[in-house]
């Protein structure tokens, strides 16, 4: 399958945004308060998503964190 460079760029700093979201999961009880500490710690987020798709993934990862999906 061939990406053009723009999906290139969006997948790569999604991947980059999450894998820096990562090491907060350990330091969170709940979804809601893993969104809230990345939010807060971040600069900004991937552009292309809007704030509620960008929660929206995130409380995705945490879920998955929480169910041992994450290696």
Known sequence: MMFN???RKRVTDLHIFLHK???YL???DDGDAF???VFDH???KPQ?????ECEE???EL???YKEGRLD
């Open 35 to 37: 969104v809230t500490m």
């Open 48 to 52: 292309f998503l809007s704030n509620e």
């Open 5 to 7: 460079q723009e999906v």
């Open 57 to 59: 993934i995130l409380l």
């Open 62 to 64: 945490w879920k998955a």
């Open 21 to 23: 979201a990562e090491r």
């Open 26 to 28: 350990p330091e969170c």
């Open 42 to 44: 971040f600069e900004t």
